[in-house]
């Protein structure tokens, strides 16, 4: 059964270094990933999805994410946090191919001045 | 462009009491979606609806009911609401549902409260 991990509940980073937020995913085949960011007392925002091609995907504000088929990991980067960046992020993959969308619980970042 | 909009933003139920939370979406899309959030267990899906005219029981389904009223509403309705059911409820829509190719966007969200 598919399925998507986000080992950390949260990750504490200072401004200005570089954040990563773990995610890593169990498919059958060739996986769709997503990320997607929720900003206090907000829906969700879609920031970037891998669907094939290229290991390393940017998205929106400057994320990016590196897919590894290998360690089944899409790790979510960026090189330079900011304050702003502080939200709940949720990695996801769609339940086969139905296309309804199965949602880690969620890493919350905490970027500290 | 207002996106996805839901109606109310707060709610406060006792228990057995019927609500029915609105959505609403401008950007033409097809599917849509009703996923509710509770804390350290990520969104799970209660119903959604691929095209109009049809809805489909997600994850968790049970004690609600759902109305897709037009291309551009749809609707999730309590009709006994038990303390269970206290979340925060999202609606989203996407252009169509195509094996989770497509980006879902999401309302802000209904905070409900079942006392």
């Known amino acids: 059964a598919q399925s998507v991990a986000q080992p950390e509940d949260q990750v504490n980073v200072a401004e200005g270094n570089p954040l990563t937020v773990k995610c890593t995913y169990s498919v059958s085949g060739n996986p769709y990933l997503f990320w997607y960011v929720q900003y206090p007392n907000r829906g969700l925002q879609f920031l970037l999805k891998y669907i094939t091609g290229d290991n390393l995907v940017k998205g929106s504000y400057g994320f990016e994410a590196e897919f590894n088929k290998s360690q089944t990991s899409f790790h979510l980067k960026k090189p330079s946090a900011l304050v702003s960046d502080s939200a709940l992020y949720f990695c996801a993959l769609p339940r086969g191919s139905q296309g309804n969308l199965i949602f880690g619980k969620g890493t919350k970042l905490s970027v500290k001045p | 462009n207002a996106g996805v909009t839901q109606t109310p933003k707060f709610q406060v139920l006792k228990t057995g009491q019927s609500m029915t939370l609105q959505c609403a979406q401008d950007?033409?899309?097809?599917?849509m979606y009703w996923y509710r959030q509770d804390p350290g267990m990520g969104l799970r899906l209660i119903y959604y609806?691929?095209?109009?005219?049809?809805?489909d029981k997600g994850e968790v389904p049970n004690g609600y009911n759902v109305s897709r009223l037009n291309k551009r509403e749809f609707s999730l309705r309590l009709e006994s609401a038990a303390p269970s059911q206290t979340s925060v409820y999202f609606c989203a829509s996407s252009e169509y549902r195509r094996g989770g190719l497509d980006t879902q966007y999401f309302g802000p969200g209904t905070r409900l409260t079942v006392l």
């Open positions: 950007m033409n899309h097809n599917s």
């Open positions: 609806s691929a095209s109009e005219g049809t809805t």
